[in-house]
């Protein structure tokens, strides 16, 4: 009992305490750190961050077309917002009543990576590679930092994936009902375990039926399908909303897929815009050596979750490609947990603290959205 509380609190330090430490110059209002200039609007900027005040208009309005026309004056078509699933949401709204809005989606994002690092934590049993993962990337550091989804969709899928593991099939459903509900790509996951489960029975088609295939997966793993479920009581939602079943497809260019891969390096597109992507490549370097390290390892469960996600990167075209990776992270720690642990990587990520809580301030100091009148999201 004791030693869980112990490991809980460490859990929350390490959830905390960086945070902590990326608001403090913000809450202080200082006009710059380390020679880097900072807005003069203070936690504002933390809440102002992409895309934190878009879940606040639907926090606010449930989608309402009426009340986000009215009240809200972003460049945005309504039907944009069904690109922001609706847990998230949900959850800020809850908290809003003590919390007000602003507050209470910070509040849901801290929570949310409490429950990130502890399902981490409970998958590799590392204190260390806990506190890695709770800082490197930095940009992970960053959507944890400010109003965002990330960390509650991370969180879903670590537990789902434990559970998973564990053999807990309806836990592991529900968690993975919840990342789908956070954000779209969650449904890979549901992709990841069924590739898991029929893919060493593909060779039985040879002399078996596709149905007969299907019924001889083990039964207790169907809770999986809460997550399809999930996804389509999303699209029923949008239907009574938005009188129109596929909302998210229309919502504007959100869908960030593109048939041929690496188009990230079309420097013309909307939302990559730079010909300076070179960083890119190692992405898809540690991405596909972080696969191998788990084929090798025979960790084909966390292979398959992290190879679709993987394979899912590969034709995104957008300029922030680190964050549509992160929900490969967990397990990129997981491969490589042999290497973190040495003397010479924990000597490293020492040398990396500085910059990485440079490049936190520097990033969320410049990825505000202009908001000039406060009041209808408080």
Not at 1 to 29: D, H, Q, S, Y
Not at 159 to 176: C, E
Not at 219 to 243: A, G
Request: charged share 10%; net charge positive; with cysteine.
């Amino acid at each position: 009992m004791r030693e869980g509380i112990k490991n809980l609190l460490f859990i929350i330090a390490l959830a905390t305490i960086p945070v902590f430490l990326v608001w403090l110059p913000f809450f202080l209002r200082l006009s710059e750190f380390w020679n880097i200039p900072l807005p003069p609007q203070g936690m504002a900027t933390i809440v102002a961050n992409y895309d934190g005040p878009l879940y606040i208009v639907v926090a606010k309005t449930f989608y309402n077309i009426e009340a986000i026309k009215t009240n809200y004056q972003f460049p945005l078509p309504a039907e944009y917002y069904s690109s922001h699933f609706p847990l998230f949401p949900l959850l800020i709204r809850l908290f809003s009543y003590p919390l007000g809005f602003p507050y209470a989606m910070l509040f849901v994002t801290v929570t949310s990576s409490i429950l990130c690092l502890y399902y981490f934590h409970k998958l590799t049993n590392s204190y260390w590679l806990t506190f890695v993962f709770s800082i490197l990337p930095a940009r992970f550091l960053v959507v944890r930092s400010i109003g965002s989804p990330e960390p509650l969709f991370l969180a879903a899928i670590i537990a789902s994936v434990f559970y998973f593991t564990k053999k807990k099939y309806w836990l592991s459903g529900i968690f993975g009902a919840m990342a789908v509900a956070t954000k779209s790509p969650g449904i890979l996951l549901f992709v990841a375990y069924f590739l898991y489960l029929v893919g060493p029975k593909i060779k039985d088609l040879v002399t078996k039926k596709l149905t007969n295939v299907l019924a001889s997966v083990e039964w207790k793993t169907f809770p999986i399908f809460l997550m399809p479920l999930s996804l389509l009581s999303v699209f029923v939602l949008y239907k009574f909303i938005f009188n129109d079943f596929f909302a998210y497809f229309h919502s504007g260019d959100n869908i960030h897929l593109l048939l041929l891969p690496f188009q990230i390096f079309n420097y013309s597109a909307p939302w990559v815009g730079t010909f300076w992507l070179e960083e890119t490549i190692f992405i898809y370097l540690f991405g596909a050596l972080g696969l191998i390290s788990l084929i090798k390892q025979k960790q084909n469960l966390l292979a398959c979750v992290y190879g679709v996600f993987f394979a899912t990167i590969i034709f995104v075209s957008h300029r922030d490609l680190l964050r549509y990776s992160l929900p490969m992270l967990p397990f990129f720690y997981v491969a490589f947990s042999k290497y973190l642990e040495t003397k010479e990587f924990k000597i490293v990520l020492t040398f990396l603290i500085i910059p990485i809580y440079l490049f936190s301030l520097a990033f969320i100091s410049q990825n505000v959205m202009p908001i000039s009148d406060w009041r209808p999201f408080l």
